[in-house]
């Protein structure tokens, strides 16, 4: 068990919150990049992806207001 903690500190933890956060922007931003494209030189709106950045920012708005109220 002293080998996982040493694989698994506080650092790594840190690195895979920050890697995953900043995955979840780029994406985000490639979503809207993407329905911006599709409704200015096809005319279409993507439904789905709107969706998914509906999603998105409820869940981000929704996390952001617990961690302000409860922490």
Known sequence: MKL??????????MHRLKSTRFAMVITAVAMGVYVE????????????????????????????LYYRLFN
């Open 4 to 13: 996982f903690r040493s694989w698994f500190d506080e650092r790594f933890i």
């Open 37 to 64: 494209y599709e409704f200015f030189v096809h005319h279409v709106i993507p439904w789905e992806i709107m969706a998914f950045l509906g999603v998105l920012v409820v869940t981000k708005l929704g996390a952001m």
